[in-house]
């Protein structure tokens, strides 16, 4: 049997971490059984001593066996540093080398210095470790780098800004805010069941009348359309397309619900999309669409024309030649049913359409236009893991360690990425990522942006406090999301609630990325922080979909939900819950108080008109530079739309809005929090974010 030591060894090389401090604090030690379950999810053999040696090996000499890395990822106005190994026989000095920028230009020059900071053996050969320097002021873009060296495979070379885009009024320190909405969960005059992109246009619309500056969205990702109850918007089937039932088709409404029924309105819409197809004549418009989107379309399509073909998205039960999307059988499907594929491609257009319709009118009514989602990962049995099983690890969830809000921890039924796979890949899928959730949006959010420099992986039929945290590239991945912001125009706002080090929240405002601030949380022991020290480069809201509304917060209906659903740990942990919640909210009358927006004696189990008032009133004085209402709580709903730690056990992701959006922007309770929200936010005391870059 081989040594504990030498398994830690070889899981520290291939990016996993030893261990990992809790909320509380408290160090939790990587376990045996953890690491050769997330080698084995890696696909690194660590099964018995022979092969955790051979393993160990492969990943030291790894980098010594290419002479030039994947790719360089360079700040511009910075020296470029390139790291190459090659025989001990191989000159190097004066060597010629030449780029082709992004537009076209080539350009060239010589390494005139070359440091030697390594040597080793490696197949025989004496190798060489060299430390570059490439002296060029080189453009922001993607650019190839060529050197005089076999084989000559051109490097990528991405040149990305100091930070991310802000827009210039944030230098005037003025204080923005707008209204975050689940699109599904809108109730709109006409829609069939579900909000749609009309219902989005209607709120760009009534928003606006009310001075909000943005409106924020969920995740609008592709999901299962054979398979409507898998509705998730933070576990898709795939993350560079969107989700057809988001669709307007003119149907007629259906009677009024609490929930959506996921499956009767995909049956309506399908019927629908069938109908519309069967009249459509391919445009010029479409074959643009098609050929824009290209190979990721085409694959997409191709995913969903099988789903439907084998009555399944559940791809690791197809027959073996179809589980592999480059096989022979997957090119004469699509062959065979061109007419198939080219009816998911059309879904896709009418989305895009609408899409575009609807940020359109956000730019020109709304200052900040539309905020949109990104979600972490995506669900192991869509399009995207089916299209690049290279990219992610097999048998693994990402989740998170134990909190105040999740006993047990959570894990979030999407696969991790693999590290290794982005680097190699020059990191093109996460280029093409970017792009496309920043297509339609003026911000976006990055749900657990921890992830750019950790993810929290948990092994298939393990608990999440069986997980471990694995390394990722965080510095490339901020700096393409640089590159991508800037050129999008497109304010980047990282949700860096739970376990985030300060020192990466450090790193996220050096990128002029905005942290993401919950009220809940912004407390210090028994003090909830006052609204002027949250920080300016920040997005400060009451609750988030994951979290209570502020008056299920108040009724403790998430504990009682919780406790129904075998949640806590123990009794005794239900019951410090419990305690806790009765301290934060006297603790936020205290704070209420102190700021003088609630005057006299307040009943703290309450959650009355004045005191929701009072609470929107003390974040929208947050010095952070925007601040977002939650639809949900304007509305007065007391159950959460998602309780993280359950799939069907709660109803995630089907809950729908109390009343029509007309009802709401009509109502003036809801009317008096906006206005009131406006005046606080005009009423700020500016304060300068960092330079712009």
Not at 129 to 150: F, I, K, S
Not at 452 to 467: D, I, K, Q, T, Y
Request: charged share 20%.
């Amino acid at each position: 049997m081989f040594s504990d030591a030498r398994l830690m060894h070889l899981a520290t090389l291939a990016g996993i971490e030893p261990g990992y401090w809790d909320i509380a604090g408290a160090w939790h030690d990587l376990g045996p059984e953890t690491a050769r379950a997330l080698l084995a999810a890696m696909k690194i053999d660590a099964a018995g001593a022979a092969a955790l040696e051979h393993s160990i090996v492969e990943l030291e000499t790894r980098p010594w066996r290419r002479a030039l890395p994947p790719v360089i990822v360079a700040e511009e106005k910075q020296p470029i540093f390139l790291i190459c190994h090659l025989p001990a026989h191989v000159e190097i000095k004066n060597m010629p080398w030449f780029i082709v920028l992004e537009s076209g230009e080539t350009i060239t020059g010589a390494l005139n210095g070359a440091t030697a900071v390594a040597e080793a053996r490696h197949d025989k050969l004496g190798m060489m470790r060299y430390r570059l320097e490439l002296r060029a002021d080189l453009p922001l873009g993607y650019h190839t780098l060529q050197l005089d060296l076999p084989p000559a495979t051109p490097l990528p070379l991405i040149i990305a800004p100091a930070a991310c885009y802000l827009p210039a009024e944030a230098e005037t320190g003025a204080r923005r805010w707008g209204i975050a909405a689940h699109l599904y969960a809108l109730r709109g005059a006409h829609d069939a069941g579900i909000g749609d992109f009309t219902d989005l246009t209607q709120l760009i619309e009534q928003a606006a009348e009310t001075g909000a500056a943005t409106v924020g969205l969920n995740p609008l990702h592709a999901l299962f359309f054979g398979s409507p109850k898998d509705a998730s918007p933070y576990a898709p089937s795939s993350r560079l397309f969107l989700n057809p039932l988001y669709l307007d088709v003119g149907a007629p409404a259906p009677p009024p619900a609490a929930q959506i029924d996921y499956s009767a309105v995909s049956r309506a819409k399908r019927s629908c999309f069938e109908r519309d197809f069967a009249d459509f004549h391919p445009n010029a418009d479409f074959e643009r669409f098609c050929r824009e989107y290209g190979a990721a379309l085409q694959g997409f399509a191709t995913f969903e024309a099988l789903c439907d073909h084998f009555g399944s998205h559940l791809w690791t039960t197809w027959p073996p030649a179809y589980q592999d999307c480059k096989s022979a059988a997957v090119a004469e499907f699509r062959d065979r049913h061109r007419q198939h594929l080219d009816f998911h491609a059309y879904l896709q257009w009418r989305c895009h359409q609408q899409m575009t319709s609807a940020a359109a009118r956000a730019d020109a009514r709304l200052t900040l236009g539309l905020y949109g989602d990104l979600a972490l990962s995506v669900s192991a049995y869509g399009a995207d893991a089916w299209l690049g099983r290279e990219l992610y690890a097999a048998a693994v969830e990402l989740g998170a360690p134990a909190d105040d809000f999740n006993p047990k921890g959570q894990t979030w039924g999407v696969v991790a990425p693999r590290p290794h796979a982005l680097y190699d890949g020059a990191y093109a899928s996460f280029i093409a990522l970017m792009r496309a959730n920043m297509r339609y949006v003026r911000a976006l959010r990055l749900d657990h942006v921890m992830g750019l420099e950790r993810l929290f992986w948990v092994p298939a039929g393990m608990s999440a406090n069986h997980g471990a945290y694995v390394r990722y590239p965080a510095d490339d991945l901020l700096r393409i999301v640089a590159l991508e912001s800037q050129r999008q125009g497109c304010v980047i706002i990282g949700e860096d609630l739970g376990t985030v080090t300060p020192d990466f929240r450090r790193r996220l405002a050096e990128k002029k990325i905005l942290s993401y601030r919950v009220l809940y949380f912004e407390k210090s022991d028994h003090r909830f922080q006052p609204p002027e020290e949250y920080p300016a480069l920040a997005m400060a809201c009451l609750s988030t979909h994951d979290l209570p509304t502020v008056k299920g917060y108040w009724q403790g209906a998430d504990l009682a939900l919780k406790r129904a659903l075998h949640l806590f740990a123990s009794e005794h942990l239900s019951a410090l819950a419990e305690a806790q919640r009765a301290a934060d909210k006297a603790a936020l009358i205290t704070a209420l108080q102190e700021a003088h927006l609630l005057p006299g004696e307040v009943d703290a189990q309450e959650m009355s008109p004045a005191l929701a008032l009072a609470l929107h009133r003390f974040v929208a004085r947050a010095a952070a530079w925007l601040m977002m209402v939650q639809i949900d709580d304007l509305t007065g709903e007391t159950e959460q739309l998602n309780l993280p730690g359950t799939a069907f056990e709660h109803a995630n992701w089907r809950r729908r809005l109390a009343v029509d959006l007309d009802t709401l922007f009509g109502d003036d309770w809801a009317q008096e929090v906006l206005a009131a929200v406006a005046a606080e936010r005009a009423a700020v005391m500016p304060r300068p974010l960092p330079a712009t870059a």
